[in-house]
Each structure stands twice: as C-alpha cells, then as structure tokens.
C-alpha cells in the first residue's frame, strides 16, 4: 500500500530564504507526482506535476525534483514571500489508467514566510 | 477559462439527514475525482469517473455514501443519514489525458458540517 510522507509538517522562515519540502513515498511504480498549495479555508491550486520518467519540472521560483528509484520528491522554492505562506502538499498517481489514476496525499507541509 | 466549481461551498445538516454535493469540472475534462479532506484522515479518495466506464468506488467509506455523473459532466455526491464523522471538506477534480498527464484540478470544495 503506496504511503505518502511530508517532512517537515510545519516550517517557518524568513522572507528572502530559499527553502525546501520533501515528500517521501513508498512504492516507486507510480505514474506521476504533482505538488499543490492550499491556503486556509480554500481548495487545492496546482504547483507542478512531474512525469515519472522525468527529473525535475520548473515553474518560476519552483522548482520540483523527483528521484523515483529512491522514493523522494523535493519542492525547492526560492527567493520564499509572505504570500507563499499556504499548506503545500504532494501527492503520487500509482500505474495507467483505469481505477488507478487515483492521487495519494502526503500530510503537508505547513509554511509560513515571516515578513 | 472556468476551473472546477462546487455548491454548495458550506452545508450544515442535522444527524441522519440526506446531502447532495455537486461538483461541475472543466469543460472537456473526461475524468472526475472526489476526494474528502477532514482533521484525523488528511485527503483521501472516495470516488473516480472515467468517461462511460464503471466507476472506482473503492474509496466510498460507507454504503451511504454514492455518487454519480450525469450527461459526462456534472456530478452529484449523495450522503445518505449523514453522522457527524461524515463532517468535512469534500473536494471535486477533474482532468483529462493527452500532454497535461492527467494533471488533476480541484475547486474549492464543499465544507460539510454535521451537527
């Protein structure tokens, strides 16, 4: 059974840092992984997804690796902002296609950028 | 273009009754997720539809619990005697195949609050 992990579950930082989220999953057959922030009380804004055959997807001032064969996902964001204070969260797509296009969520990463 | 759309966006409802929660997704998306967000279980998969194929139910909790997709667009999640575990954010997503990988976009759910 595919698990999904988020270290740390909380981080505080102050404006200007660059910093970076790790998501950990247990079972490497997985199709894709897509990172999302949520801010309070909203729904889910999509990040970045990444293909499983690839390493890294960039969308700004984020950046998101993946190392499949070691089960590890990194979202590295740089230059960080008060307005990039959300909960982010990664999530994995297991197999191709039929009841497996499913996503499995990590428990977040909660973050707050310090002005 | 319109993203996903949900109504209501917040529900209060007294123990045992019925709800419906309706989730429109992107216009010409094939596939449409509901996932539930509550404080003990983080996000989890109830139900998946893939154009006119069966449906993956296997995340329903319950046999009150059932959803359906009319026309391929919208679709309505039905709580049956709602109990106060069902209290949480249900969460709609769609997507479609080709270059977006099943990249899936959520709204911005319906918070669920049994009492």
């Known amino acids: 059974k595919q698990e999904v992990t988020q270290i740390p579950a909380a981080l505080s930082v102050p404006e200007g840092e660059n910093l970076v989220l790790n998501c950990s999953f247990t079972d490497s057959a997985i199709y894709n992984l897509q990172w999302f922030r949520q801010d309070p009380g909203k729904g889910l804004t999509s990040l970045l997804l990444?293909?499983?055959?690839?390493r890294e997807q960039t969308s700004g001032r984020l950046n998101a690796s993946l190392d499949k064969s070691s089960g590890r996902s990194t979202l590295y964001i740089a230059a960080s902002q008060p307005g990039d204070s959300a909960t982010y969260l990664c999530a994995v797509r297991q197999g191709y296609g039929g009841a497996t296009n499913k996503l499995i969520f990590g428990t977040g990463t909660l973050l707050a950028v310090q002005p | 273009g319109a993203g996903v759309s949900q109504s209501p966006s917040n529900k209060v409802t007294e123990k045992g009754k019925d709800v419906e929660l309706r989730c429109d997704p992107i216009?010409?998306?094939?596939?449409l997720y509901w996932y539930r967000q509550s404080l003990g279980q983080g996000l989890e998969f109830l139900i998946y539809f893939q154009g006119n194929s069966a449906p993956d139910k296997s995340g329903l909790p319950s046999d009150r619990f059932s959803a359906e997709r009319t026309g391929g667009s919208v679709s309505t999640l039905t709580i049956q005697r709602t109990q106060q575990e069902d209290s949480a954010v249900y969460l709609c997503a769609s997507s479609s195949a080709g270059t977006s990988g099943f990249e899936q976009y959520f709204g911005p759910g319906t918070r669920l609050t049994v009492t």
């Open positions: 990444i293909q499983s055959s690839q």
């Open positions: 216009s010409g998306h094939t596939a």
